[in-house]
Protein backbone atom coordinates (compact mmCIF):
# COMPACT_ATOMS: atom_id res chain seq x y z
CA UNK A 1 0.00 0.00 0.00
CA UNK A 2 2.95 2.60 1.04
CA UNK A 3 4.38 1.85 -2.62
CA UNK A 4 1.07 3.29 -4.17
CA UNK A 5 0.75 5.91 -1.94
CA UNK A 6 4.26 7.11 -2.60
CA UNK A 7 2.44 8.79 -6.05
CA UNK A 8 -0.46 10.73 -4.07
CA UNK A 9 1.58 11.68 -0.88
CA UNK A 10 4.63 13.62 -0.06
CA UNK A 11 7.77 12.57 1.77
CA UNK A 12 7.18 12.54 5.23
CA UNK A 13 3.56 12.35 5.35
CA UNK A 14 2.09 10.09 7.70
CA UNK A 15 0.49 6.87 5.88
CA UNK A 16 -0.58 5.29 9.53
CA UNK A 17 0.17 4.30 13.18
CA UNK A 18 0.09 0.65 13.71
CA UNK A 19 -0.14 -0.98 16.96
CA UNK A 20 0.56 -3.91 19.26
CA UNK A 21 -1.22 -5.96 21.49
CA UNK A 22 -0.26 -3.52 24.52
CA UNK A 23 -1.89 -0.82 22.60
CA UNK A 24 1.50 0.94 21.95
CA UNK A 25 1.51 3.13 18.59
CA UNK A 26 4.06 3.38 16.09
CA UNK A 27 3.71 6.28 12.96
CA UNK A 28 4.37 5.36 10.02
CA UNK A 29 5.82 8.18 7.53
CA UNK A 30 6.16 7.74 3.99
CA UNK A 31 9.93 7.14 3.22
CA UNK A 32 12.14 9.53 0.33
CA UNK A 33 10.94 7.03 -2.21
CA UNK A 34 7.32 9.54 -1.57
CA UNK A 35 7.42 11.66 -4.84
CA UNK A 36 3.52 12.62 -5.00
CA UNK A 37 3.56 13.01 -8.05
CA UNK A 38 -0.23 14.05 -8.00
CA UNK A 39 -0.67 15.30 -4.74
CA UNK A 40 -1.50 18.26 -5.64
CA UNK A 41 -4.41 17.68 -7.46
CA UNK A 42 -8.13 16.74 -6.08
CA UNK A 43 -8.59 13.27 -5.28
CA UNK A 44 -11.63 10.79 -5.17
CA UNK A 45 -11.18 7.32 -3.90
CA UNK A 46 -14.32 4.75 -4.46
CA UNK A 47 -14.18 2.59 -1.84
CA UNK A 48 -17.65 -0.01 -0.87
CA UNK A 49 -18.06 -2.79 1.59
CA UNK A 50 -14.97 -5.08 -0.50
CA UNK A 51 -12.42 -2.48 0.42
CA UNK A 52 -10.28 -4.28 2.80
CA UNK A 53 -7.22 -4.19 4.40
CA UNK A 54 -4.35 -2.23 2.09
CA UNK A 55 -7.43 -0.42 0.45
CA UNK A 56 -8.58 0.95 3.35
CA UNK A 57 -4.70 1.65 4.35
CA UNK A 58 -4.04 3.65 1.40
CA UNK A 59 -7.88 5.47 0.99
CA UNK A 60 -7.83 6.44 5.01
CA UNK A 61 -4.18 8.41 4.14
CA UNK A 62 -5.38 9.74 0.92
CA UNK A 63 -8.18 11.09 2.75
CA UNK A 64 -6.77 12.27 6.07
CA UNK A 65 -3.69 13.37 4.66
CA UNK A 66 -5.03 14.97 1.44
CA UNK A 67 -8.66 15.64 1.82
CA UNK A 68 -9.40 12.73 -0.83
CA UNK A 69 -13.37 12.31 -0.74
CA UNK A 70 -13.83 8.70 0.14
CA UNK A 71 -17.40 7.97 -2.25
CA UNK A 72 -18.96 4.84 -2.05
CA UNK A 73 -19.91 2.42 0.86
CA UNK A 74 -18.77 1.57 4.03
CA UNK A 75 -14.97 -0.51 3.49
CA UNK A 76 -15.00 -3.77 4.85
CA UNK A 77 -13.28 -3.01 8.23
CA UNK A 78 -9.99 -4.53 8.35
CA UNK A 79 -7.82 -3.17 10.66
CA UNK A 80 -5.10 -5.65 11.29
CA UNK A 81 -2.18 -6.86 9.89
CA UNK A 82 -1.22 -10.87 9.82
CA UNK A 83 2.34 -12.87 9.87
CA UNK A 84 2.34 -15.93 8.39
CA UNK A 85 4.33 -18.55 9.86
CA UNK A 86 5.11 -21.88 8.19
CA UNK A 87 5.50 -24.38 10.67
CA UNK A 88 8.39 -26.64 11.32
CA UNK A 89 6.35 -29.75 9.50
CA UNK A 90 6.40 -27.67 6.52
CA UNK A 91 2.13 -29.13 6.37
CA UNK A 92 0.74 -26.35 8.30
CA UNK A 93 0.87 -22.22 8.34
CA UNK A 94 -0.08 -20.20 11.03
CA UNK A 95 -1.37 -16.77 10.51
CA UNK A 96 -0.77 -14.30 13.26
CA UNK A 97 -2.84 -11.24 13.59
CA UNK A 98 -0.34 -9.03 15.24
CA UNK A 99 -0.71 -5.61 14.72
CA UNK A 100 -3.59 -3.30 14.07
CA UNK A 101 -3.61 -0.10 12.17
CA UNK A 102 -5.35 3.45 12.74
CA UNK A 103 -5.42 6.38 9.84
CA UNK A 104 -3.29 9.05 10.01
CA UNK A 105 -6.19 10.96 12.07
CA UNK A 106 -6.09 7.97 13.99
CA UNK A 107 -9.56 6.70 13.05
CA UNK A 108 -10.19 3.25 14.02
CA UNK A 109 -10.80 0.71 10.85
CA UNK A 110 -11.28 -2.94 12.32
CA UNK A 111 -14.62 -4.31 12.36
CA UNK A 112 -16.03 -0.62 11.30
CA UNK A 113 -14.66 0.00 8.43
CA UNK A 114 -14.19 3.53 6.78
CA UNK A 115 -17.51 6.18 6.08
CA UNK A 116 -17.49 7.48 3.19
CA UNK A 117 -17.91 11.15 2.49
CA UNK A 118 -20.26 10.63 -0.17
CA UNK A 119 -22.42 7.69 -0.23
CA UNK A 120 -22.84 5.64 -3.26
CA UNK A 121 -23.96 2.15 -4.68
CA UNK A 122 -24.89 1.43 -8.02
CA UNK A 123 -28.03 -0.85 -8.90
CA UNK A 124 -25.77 -2.87 -10.68
CA UNK A 125 -23.16 -3.95 -10.48
CA UNK A 126 -20.90 -4.91 -13.57
CA UNK A 127 -18.10 -7.07 -13.97
CA UNK A 128 -15.55 -5.26 -16.40
CA UNK A 129 -12.05 -6.85 -18.08
CA UNK A 130 -9.49 -3.90 -19.05
CA UNK A 131 -7.79 -6.22 -21.24
CA UNK A 132 -5.48 -4.53 -23.28
CA UNK A 133 -7.27 -1.15 -23.18
CA UNK A 134 -9.97 -3.30 -24.92
CA UNK A 135 -13.06 -0.50 -23.44
CA UNK A 136 -14.02 2.62 -23.60
CA UNK A 137 -12.87 5.04 -21.62
CA UNK A 138 -16.26 6.82 -21.75
CA UNK A 139 -18.20 3.74 -20.77
CA UNK A 140 -17.11 4.45 -16.99
CA UNK A 141 -19.25 6.88 -17.11
CA UNK A 142 -21.78 4.80 -16.71
CA UNK A 143 -21.25 3.82 -13.28
CA UNK A 144 -23.01 6.29 -11.34
CA UNK A 145 -20.06 6.30 -8.30
CA UNK A 146 -17.96 7.07 -11.08
CA UNK A 147 -19.98 9.61 -12.27
CA UNK A 148 -20.52 11.42 -9.17
CA UNK A 149 -16.41 11.48 -8.43
CA UNK A 150 -16.07 12.93 -11.55
CA UNK A 151 -18.50 15.42 -11.13
CA UNK A 152 -17.47 16.27 -7.31
CA UNK A 153 -13.66 16.55 -8.47
CA UNK A 154 -14.86 18.76 -11.25
CA UNK A 155 -15.69 21.55 -8.94
CA UNK A 156 -12.23 21.38 -6.69
CA UNK A 157 -9.33 23.44 -7.18
CA UNK A 158 -5.92 21.96 -7.27
CA UNK A 159 -3.72 22.63 -4.23
CA UNK A 160 -1.23 25.14 -5.79
CA UNK A 161 0.80 25.35 -2.20
CA UNK A 162 1.85 22.20 -2.18
CA UNK A 163 1.28 21.73 1.34
CA UNK A 164 -1.08 18.77 2.24
CA UNK A 165 -4.68 19.28 3.36
Same mark, same amino acid.
Given at each position: ????? $? ?50 ? +? ?34 ? %???? $? ?12 ? +?? %? ?11 ? +? ?24 ? %? ?12
Amino acid at each position: GALLA $NLFMREGDVFCYVYDRSGEEEQVRLMDEATGTAANLPMAVLVNGKSASTSEL +VAGALHDTHGALLIGETTFGKGRTQRIIRLASGHAT %LLLS $NVGYLTPSRAVVDH +VG %LPPDVACRPDIVG +VMYWEGGSQEPGSLMSDPCIKLAADK %LSTQQPNLSGQSS
